[in-house]
């Protein structure tokens, strides 16, 4: 067991060089820098000011020698500085993270009790008008594009309200709270919860048709008993991996949802960052963003071994 | 072995039909939801092909005499803050999500196929390297690599294809390698080996052509990620450029100007991207089901 941890370590800094090795050329190919930016914008300048600006950002040196500098950096725990606001990246970056953490945490509980008991339902009725139903529900959870559904719910709110729900950094009252947090929790846990429901129902289906849940019925065991206590509880280990790397992949879906709510999170961040070509907090936000992954998915095979006895990592 | 014998499948299923349209109908009794797939899709790919005959106004026209009009008996689905008709933009709007869908799908998924398979079959060091690569591709949700891909490469049709095309490689190169491994082990893989195959021969002869239905499988349960993928982008303003009817870009942020003015500017490309991707995800299913039953359900 110990042998395997160490080593899925040693893989998972593996992957993170690679990723800030790749996350750091990718955003270096392209032609023009933020200094062609600014300048672009301000018509005629002198060269020699776009040189000086080029040697106080840094960017006059070989990319070699800044990629050393960013890791040197981000290792001492310095992540530079944003080239937009000229504030320090961590400053900037630090202050959003809880506000997405809390949409993400939000998310996984909405889409985690929705998606588990439907799945649920949907095995045990295999077959019947509930489980088609409930599987075209979820079929379509996966089709509607989150920030679409943002904005359905924006406009609702327009129509029984008469007004949009405004980001409240302190929400007070429990409605703000729900304004501010739940409904674009809710917008990106439609898709998560579709997903959740779909695992959940195939693990499902599996466990049910194994011998060992026979026995229970045969032994006279009531059906909740058999569907929950036997059958959920084996069929519960997919579903934790899913959701747990959901939690890393819900990102994808705050990206759109924070722009939609403007929400100022780290994901709607991002988006601003890449379009400011605001190389600091892009590559510092993707890195940060890779982590959560990697950490995720290790988490998850670990929670594994804990939750399934027969599990055991000898490599 | 993967392959399927469709007439014993039909059996099992309890079809008295052997042939022809009674079989296609049986079919089509049978995975109701996913004909209704197909038939979205296929309603997707006519629109696309034929979009210049569906509607009589150019999307890219702008009439800015009739900016904002609510639907009505000309402009059936409004016009938008230019005055460019939504109908027209949404008739035109599928070539875009179809293209990209196809294109990065296609993309996407040879490429992975390539490695995969290279991976699976050479084992040793090719296959670690391939297995790095796959790990730090997938350590970054779709979202975030296309977005910086388009970011890195600059938005243009082509280029939104590439970015979206290769998130989805290393999803591909699994599949394929896992599968690969599987049927190196298979007897008649020795077999060829033993009457003196090329080991390159047999990969592509033997070993591909029974990888080809998880490929299926896999590829149309992506087509309607791809597509999600390009409207997301576009809806962030990082995907197709304007003037191109994008459906993603027809809902960009400006849209949440609209939800109060102008529902029709919402919802109209909103039911598009809905159904492209709906249609897609049915008829996966459904093929899924077919062509991979120890998945069944």
């Given at each position: 067991m110990f042998a395997y941890i160490v080593r899925r370590l040693g893989l998972m800094l593996v992957t993170l060089f690679g990723i800030s090795v790749v996350i750091f050329f990718l955003l270096r190919i392209?032609?023009?820098?933020i200094v062609d930016i600014l300048f672009d914008a301000a018509g005629f300048v002198d060269p020699a000011d776009k040189a000086s600006l080029e040697r106080d950002l840094g960017i006059d040196q070989p990319l070699v020698m800044q990629y050393l500098h960013w890791i040197g950096g981000l290792l001492r725990g310095d992540l530079g500085y944003s080239?937009?606001?000229?504030?320090?990246a961590l400053e900037e970056i630090l202050p959003r993270i809880p506000i997405t953490a809390r949409l993400a945490g939000l998310a996984l509980l909405f889409s985690a009790s929705i998606g588990i008991p439907l799945g649920v339902i949907s095995a045990v009725y295999q077959g019947s008008r509930i489980d088609y139903t409930l599987r075209v529900v979820s079929l379509s959870g996966l089709s509607l594009p989150s920030f679409w559904l943002g904005l359905l719910i924006l406009m609702a709110g327009v129509s029984l309200f008469g007004n949009i729900p405004i980001f409240n950094p302190n929400p007070k009252t429990f409605g703000e709270y729900f304004s501010t947090y739940c409904l674009p929790s809710l917008a990106v846990a439609f898709r998560s919860s579709a997903l959740t429901m779909r695992i959940t129902r195939s693990s499902m289906l599996e466990v049910l048709r194994q011998d060992y849940i026979r026995t229970a019925r045969a032994k006279g065991a009531s059906e909740a008993s058999v569907n929950f206590h036997h059958a959920l509880k084996n069929a519960i280990l997919p579903v934790i991996t899913v959701v747990g790397i959901e939690a890393a992949f819900l990102i994808g879906g705050l990206i759109v949802t924070e722009t939609v709510f403007n929400v100022p999170g780290v994901a709607r961040f991002l988006v601003e960052a890449i379009r400011w070509r605001d190389y600091p907090i892009v590559q510092n936000l993707v890195m940060f963003i890779a982590v959560v992954v990697v950490v995720a998915n290790f988490t998850v095979d670990m929670l594994y071994a804990v939750f399934d006895p027969r599990i055991r990592y000898t490599d | 072995m993967a392959t399927v014998n469709y007439d014993i499948e039909l059996k099992r299923a309890g079809a008295t039909a052997t042939h022809g349209w009674r079989r296609l109908l049986f079919f089509a009794r049978r995975y109701i939801l996913g004909t209704v797939g197909l038939v979205i899709m296929v309603a997707f790919v006519l629109t696309a092909l034929f979009a210049d005959l569906i509607?009589?106004?150019?999307?890219?026209t702008v009439d800015s005499a009739h900016a904002?009009?609510?639907?009505?008996?000309?402009?059936w689905m409004g016009t938008d803050s230019f005055g460019r008709d939504v109908w027209a933009r949404i008739i035109h709007g599928a070539r875009i999500s179809l293209a990209v869908g196809i294109g990065s799908t296609a993309l996407g998924s040879s490429i992975g196929v390539i490695i995969g398979l290279t991976s699976g079959y050479l084992s040793g060091w090719v296959d670690l390297v391939f297995q790095r690569i796959t790990d730090i591709l997938q350590s970054l949700p779709l979202l975030v690599l296309a977005l910086v891909m388009t970011a890195a490469l600059g938005p243009s049709l082509p280029n939104v294809i590439i970015a979206i095309a290769i998130p989805l490689i290393p999803i591909v190169a699994r599949v394929i390698r896992a599968n690969t491994l599987a049927l190196r082990e298979q007897p008649f893989v020795e077999a060829a080996k033993s009457i003196g195959m090329s080991e390159m021969r047999i990969a592509l002869r033997h070993v591909l052509p029974n990888t080809l239905a998880p490929l299926i499988v896999l590829a149309t349960a992506q087509l309607g990620s791809t597509i999600l993928t390009e409207a997301s982008l576009s809806f962030l303003g990082l995907g197709i450029p304007e003037p191109y009817p994008s459906w993603g870009r027809m809902l960009s942020e400006s849209a949440a100007e609209y939800?109060?003015?102008?529902?029709w500017l919402v919802i109209f490309p909103g039911v598009a991207i809905s159904l492209a991707v709906f249609g897609t995800n049915l008829f996966g299913d459904a093929l899924r089901d077919i062509l991979d039953p120890r998945q069944r359900g």
């Open positions: 392209v032609p023009g820098n080239y937009v606001s000229e504030k320090p | 509607c009589r106004y150019d999307p890219l904002l009009a609510h639907p009505d008996a000309r402009h939800v109060r003015t102008a529902p």
